[in-house]
């Protein structure tokens, strides 16, 4: 097992163990089908990571994904990922392609939704544009329900969702991921695109 350790460096379960020391969140043991999650609260909200995969034929992709339900006050959508990733994936969502008014973040990534002002009101949020920029790779979106949590979410619950292929095991990064979920739930507070309340879902492993 040590010199496992030295090769691959720490597993994921010691990772994301040492991670919910480090934030006060609760990791879920699902056993082998299931797989480990971590269960985190910010406020009212909660906010999951865990991992999925998808089987291709003869191969199969990981990833790793965050999840957090709030309620949409109005409805505001957004997705944000480096240009030259998932290229085409926004182009199915009816988003327009918004700059954001900060060239350099601007020149970064491809940002989309269907509100240019709560765009600019979102990423005004220096916090928030400084976290995404320090991720290699993101794809961070407002999604509908998928049946991730349950049989369907309440009237007027979406997902802040986050997903990339791979297993992160960087403690660095995934404390930056918790930090920015909270600081965008608590930004689209203050554009009034969310409220502080509990979505009551609850995640189910």
Same mark, same amino acid.
């Given at each position: &097992?040590?010199?496992?350790?030295?090769?691959?460096?720490?597993?994921?379960?010691?990772?994301?163990?040492?991670?919910?020391?480090?934030?006060?969140?609760?990791?879920?043991?699902?056993?082998?089908? /299931?797989?480990?999650?971590?269960?985190?609260?910010? +406020? !009212?909200?909660?906010?999951?990571?865990?991992?999925?995969?998808?089987?291709?034929? /003869?191969?199969?992709?990981?990833?790793?994904? &965050?999840?957090?339900?709030?309620?949409? /006050?109005?409805?505001?959508?957004?997705?944000?990922?480096?240009?030259?990733?998932?290229?085409?994936?926004?182009?199915?969502?009816?988003?327009?392609?918004?700059?954001?008014?900060?060239?350099?973040?601007?020149?970064?990534?491809?940002?989309?939704?269907?509100?240019?002002? +709560?765009?600019?009101?979102?990423?005004?949020?220096?916090?928030?544009?400084?976290?995404? !920029?320090?991720?290699?790779? @993101?794809?961070?979106?407002?999604?509908?329900?998928?049946?991730?949590?349950?049989?369907?979410?309440?009237?007027?619950?979406?997902?802040?969702?986050?997903?990339?292929?791979?297993?992160? +095991?960087?403690?660095?990064?995934? /404390?930056?991921?918790?930090?920015?979920?909270?600081?965008?739930?608590?930004?689209?507070?203050? @554009?009034? =695109?969310?409220?502080?309340? =509990?979505?009551?879902?609850?995640?189910?492993?």
């Amino acid at each position: &097992m040590g010199l496992l350790r030295e090769i691959f460096g720490p597993s994921q379960h010691e990772v994301w163990e040492a991670l919910c020391q480090e934030i006060g969140a609760d990791l879920i043991d699902g056993g082998f089908f /299931k797989g480990t999650k971590v269960v985190a609260e910010i +406020k !009212e909200w909660v906010i999951t990571l865990d991992t999925y995969t998808v089987s291709t034929g /003869k191969t199969s992709t990981t990833y790793t994904r &965050m999840r957090a339900p709030y309620l949409n /006050k109005d409805g505001f959508k957004f997705r944000i990922y480096r240009k030259g990733i998932f290229s085409n994936i926004g182009k199915l969502l009816g988003l327009q392609d918004i700059e954001v008014g900060y060239p350099e973040f601007d020149d970064q990534f491809i940002i989309k939704g269907n509100d240019s002002d +709560k765009l600019v009101g979102l990423f005004s949020n220096s916090r928030i544009r400084k976290l995404i !920029e320090i991720q290699p790779d @993101i794809s961070l979106e407002v999604k509908d329900d998928e049946g991730w949590f349950g049989s369907e979410f309440p009237e007027g619950v979406d997902e802040l969702y986050f997903q990339v292929p791979g297993i992160i +095991k960087d403690m660095d990064r995934l /404390k930056t991921l918790y930090f920015l979920f909270a600081e965008v739930l608590n930004q689209l507070c203050l @554009i009034d =695109s969310a409220y502080e309340d =509990s979505p009551d879902v609850t995640a189910q492993l």
